[in-house]
């Protein structure tokens, strides 16, 4: 090989390593670049979960949280439950849709996070529950000390969560590179229901269940009557109590109207004291429309232990009393006062004459 040969191949050797580089270099910078979005909401999602919102607020775009405020996310009093639920959230990006020519991206994320439903349930239960039993103690709460136990009950049950509580879900966020880095252009409302337990708010939801709740107390229709068999008694266990159906006797009223009394062992299975008032929810009915709380003209004790406190594992005998429009059976049914449990019934017939 002459040596002019040698100069010509050691030339295009080194033509083709300053190719392969300049396109390795370009390979490099495009795969560096679409890593970018995909880093922004890794970021994001982590700063979700530790409840960082002055880094959450320097990734979007618009900088707006404020759909989280509407949600009570930010609101101090219930910092603890929404940390206990969002620092249990997970995430794995499945897709990255990325668009070099004009800075944008779409980056899917697969989270698994925790359904409140349960949480809220059985919070409300317990709020409710707890404000009763202050309100007839003679304990008035303020709105500040009110909303203390409620955030207080929440962290409670959050702590306790189980697995059968997380859902899954998908949301592909829009990406956007800005002259300070990629960021998602807005906070979206499934995010915001991912951070909030998947309730749209705290109070709301307290409010709404007092409402339902309300509007069945007060219905009083056919529709809701129950239906027993002569085989039903009148006794249920729940965790809170367990009542036992004595006997009933039917009298007078305060106006001379007649009236049943039923009688039942009601029994605190909670872990603090309690009454039968707070805890059950006992509802009479003739010819299937709903019978009124009547006030009986002599007084018996049974009555008073109704409102009653006693301590956890105590058993006292209590009566409710319930105006009656003819000699016809009348139907008992016992639920837990300010519960979401429809299963947990207990029926009976009582024999009128």
């Not at 679409?34 to 959450?56: G, I, N, Y």
């Not at 607020?57 to 609101?75: F, G, K, V």
């Not at 995430?91 to 990325?98: L, M, S």
Request: glycine share 4%; net charge negative; charged share 25%.
């Amino acid at each position: 090989m002459t040596k002019g040969n040698k100069k010509g191949h050691a030339g295009l050797i080194i033509f083709i390593l300053i190719l392969i580089l300049a396109i390795g270099g370009g390979t490099g910078f495009y795969f560096y670049q679409r890593q970018q979005p995909r880093k922004a909401v890794e970021h994001f999602l982590d700063s979700m979960k530790k409840m960082d919102f002055d880094t959450m607020e320097s990734l979007i775009q618009s900088s707006d949280l404020t759909a989280l405020d509407n949600a009570d996310i930010r609101d101090a009093a219930y910092t603890d439950f929404f940390s206990e639920i969002n620092k249990k959230m997970t995430y794995k990006i499945t897709k990255n849709r990325f668009d070099i020519q004009n800075g944008t991206a779409s980056v899917t994320a697969h989270i698994t996070y925790i359904d409140g439903t349960n949480i809220y349930k059985a919070t409300i239960t317990e709020f409710l529950r707890q404000i009763v039993s202050n309100a007839y103690a003679g304990n008035k709460l303020t709105e500040e000390e009110t909303q203390a136990k409620l955030a207080s009950i929440l962290s409670e049950k959050a702590k306790k969560v189980e697995k059968d509580v997380f859902s899954e879900t998908d949301i592909t966020y829009p990406v956007i590179k800005t002259d300070s880095g990629w960021k998602i252009v807005s906070l979206d409302d499934e995010t915001v229901k991912i951070m909030s337990a998947n309730f749209k708010s705290v109070e709301e939801e307290i409010n709404n269940s007092l409402n339902n709740m309300d509007n069945e107390d007060s219905s009083g229709s056919s529709s809701n009557a129950p239906e027993a068999s002569a085989d039903d008694t009148l006794n249920l266990t729940t965790e809170k109590f367990t009542i036992k159906y004595t006997k009933h006797t039917i009298t007078k009223d305060f106006a001379g109207n007649p009236c049943i009394m039923v009688y039942y062992d009601y029994t605190n299975n909670s872990s603090s004291a309690s009454s039968a008032m707070v805890d059950v929810s006992l509802k009479a009915y003739q010819h299937g429309e709903s019978c009124e709380a009547a006030i009986p003209e002599n007084n018996d004790d049974a009555i008073d232990h109704f409102t009653a406190e006693i301590q956890p594992g105590q058993t006292v005998n209590v009566c409710q009393a319930f105006t009656l429009t003819d000699e016809s059976d009348v139907t008992v049914q016992a639920q837990e006062a300010f519960s979401f449990d429809e299963d947990a019934t207990a029926r009976q017939i009582l024999k009128v004459k």
